[in-house]
């Protein structure tokens, strides 16, 4: 059985048993939640989130690219939501990888160099930081007002805020 096979089992399994809203595309909440794509980060657990209460975006990394940038101009604009949350993680993948290593393992399998940034990191909270200013730079976001971020403890589950000080000059 494929992994895929697996998953669809257990959503047959499941059944309708989901709780929440799916009466519209707008989350009740009002909030975009970005994330990495580490599977360590459930984030409706994390959060005790009900279906149609939150839009949840994840890259890896969790951080504020170009596409996600898109996706949050949306949220906002077309469906409502008024603050944005960011979390980023211990112990993250970006965190072991560097811009040019990556970038030229890449090239050398394929013979083509990436346009797009890989966003590596080594200081997670660094990492919080750029990314909030990003979102509150940014021409699309009109709502910057509410944006927090924060790093989530893989191993114990703990959410730590991040100081946004300095995220002009980020």
């Known amino acids: 059985m494929t992994a895929i096979d697996e998953l669809l089992k257990r959503n047959y ?10 009466s519209s595309a707008k989350p009740s909440l009002q909030v975009a939640i970005l994330t990495c794509m580490d599977s360590r980060i459930r984030v409706f657990e994390i ?9 949840v975006l994840r890259n890896a990394g969790g951080v504020v690219t170009d596409d ?8 906002q604009r077309k469906l ?4 944005v949350l960011l979390v980023h993680h211990t112990n993250c993948g970006l965190e072991m990888v560097t811009e040019d290593d990556f970038k030229d393992e890449l090239e050398a399998d394929t013979g083509l160099r990436p346009t797009w940034a890989v966003e590596a990191f080594k200081v997670v909270e660094q990492s919080v930081r750029g990314s909030m200013a990003r979102l509150r730079r940014s021409p ?8 927090r971020g924060f790093v989530y403890d893989v191993h114990t589950g703990e959410l730590r805020e991040v100081d946004a000080v300095d995220t002009a000059a980020a």
């Open 13 to 22: 399994e499941l059944g309708n048993v989901v709780p929440g809203d799916r």
């Open 47 to 55: 959060f005790g989130l009900k279906q149609g209460e939150a839009h």
């Open 68 to 75: 996600a940038i898109r996706s949050l101009a949306l949220s």
């Open 80 to 83: 409502g939501t008024r603050e």
């Open 140 to 147: 699309f976001i009109p709502h910057t007002d509410k944006i």
